[in-house]
């Protein structure tokens, strides 16, 4: 508690009142579980000079595939984390890989910094298994069922980096569009 001392009002100007107060609240934690979107994560890679900060290589090592897996990727530095990221903003519609792997890195990120992924934990769980085997320059050699299936894993990853499944998006309206954490 603080104390402070109050002057008098009025005719009685000797008289001092102390009064307590509580200290102010802690400032708000900008980690408390919630996801942030792929651009986030590109902005704040810390790598190209148009970057906010390194909020990337804190969270490193992530590997996208099975740890070990032929085709997994470690990704160890934030240039080979926002080369990735990129890609997603860049892939064409011919290869749906690309776009799964940067929404799986952001999902890993977002992890990574506390977001609770329970929710989407059995999606990289096979996004992973998928991709210990298979990447992104394997698309010609894909069934279509393994399209299918690999748009639905990343139709879901975005949707836990967007906040709008798991716990929510940390973002601001004024920032990215809509808040969705409350």
């Given at each position: 508690?603080?104390?402070?001392?109050?002057?008098?009002?009025?005719?009685?100007?000797?008289?001092?009142?102390?009064?307590?107060?509580?200290?102010?609240?802690?400032?708000?934690?900008?980690?408390?579980?919630?996801?942030?979107?792929?651009?986030?994560?590109?902005?704040n890679s810390g790598y190209a000079q148009w970057t906010q900060s390194d909020e990337i290589t804190p969270l490193l090592p992530i590997w996208l595939g099975a740890p070990g897996g032929e085709k997994s990727l470690e990704i160890v530095e934030n240039c080979q984390a926002l080369r990735i990221l990129i890609v997603k903003?860049?892939?064409?519609?011919?290869?749906?890989?690309?776009?799964?792997?940067?929404?799986?890195?952001?999902?890993?990120?977002?992890?990574?910094?506390?977001?609770?992924?329970?929710?989407?934990?059995?999606?990289?769980?096979?996004?992973?298994?998928?991709?210990?085997?298979?990447?992104?320059?394997?698309?010609?050699?894909?069934?279509?069922?393994?399209?299918?299936?690999?748009?639905?894993?990343?139709?879901?990853?975005?949707?836990?980096?967007?906040?709008?499944?798991?716990?929510?998006?940390?973002?601001?309206?004024?920032?990215?569009?809509?808040?969705?954490?409350?």
């Open positions: 508690m603080h104390h402070f001392l109050l002057p008098a009002r009025g005719k009685d100007t000797d008289n001092q009142q102390e009064v307590q107060v509580p200290p102010p609240p802690p400032p708000p934690d900008t980690n408390h579980g919630c996801t942030m979107p792929i651009r986030y994560w590109i902005r903003m860049t892939s064409q519609k011919a290869n749906p890989c690309g776009k799964l792997v940067a929404q799986l890195l952001a999902a890993k990120l977002n992890i990574a910094r506390d977001a609770d992924g329970s929710e989407i934990a059995p999606i990289i769980d096979e996004a992973d298994a998928f991709l210990a085997v298979n990447d992104w320059n394997d698309r010609k050699y894909l069934t279509r069922s393994s399209w299918k299936q690999i748009l639905i894993w990343t139709y879901k990853l975005h949707q836990f980096n967007k906040g709008r499944i798991g716990p929510g998006s940390c973002m601001f309206e004024s920032e990215y569009g809509k808040r969705s954490r409350k």
